[in-house]
């Protein structure tokens, strides 16, 4: 009897490690080469995308897929072809779902991200697409082209501000209608002849700046309303005071 509880808790044991060790986080920066401090690549955000399909009753349903334990599966970086490119690939939901972030630098050395494509895959494995409408099994395709993130070269880019990304093709049954992008830090091309430390100077972004500027007058009437009414406790208690030593003489 003893034996078999054992084996029985070996096997618990086992299942439970072997579903927990294919739970992988998202890194804390997306470097590249990972096993070099001569990077070409550097950044971290959080995303969400977001997927519209048809069930099998016919009901259209919106679908968020967010960037998270759950999730992640892997990602690769691509700095070489062409040297103006580096593309951030993004690998979700078990591999079947990958996200392509394309960041390019001009001829004046000005970066931005300037195409998001990928694909989602339907198919029995997948828990976030539940009961999808039959003929939808396989790869469903999505792209667009963007200017987003611009910055200078040799500087990073930082938005904790969320940033939508549309312009999807839309189709009858499956459609992308936006990637989110939250609390951003981006430095596509860093200088790779040199070790990295940190990320370089920072341009913030105008959405930060302008949530910055509208917090400062509200902090500035909170600490003026706390001093009125410091002020103002003062005075009563010094009030009181004074009118009980006038009682007593």
Partial sequence: MV???????????????ASSAYKVSPPANFTWPTNSKKICFVGRFDLVLNVDYIQTSGEKVSVKVPLNNDTYESYRVSCSAPANIHELTVSMLDGFTEIILDFTVDSKNMTSLSRVYGYITFNDKQTYF????????????????????????GSSYRCNTKTVIQGFEKHQNVTVTSIDIENLRVEPFPDDTAEFSDYSVEKVCAADIAKNSNLIPIIVGACLAVLVIIVLVAYLIG??????GYQSV
């Fill in 239 to 244: 009030r009181r005071r004074s009118r009980n």
């Fill in 130 to 153: 539940k009961n999808y409408s039959a003929g939808l099994d396989g790869i469903h395709k999505f792209s667009s082209n963007e200017s987003l993130f611009m910055n200078a070269r």
């Fill in 3 to 17: 034996p078999k509880m054992y084996c029985i808790f070996l096997l618990f044991v086992s299942v439970f490690l």
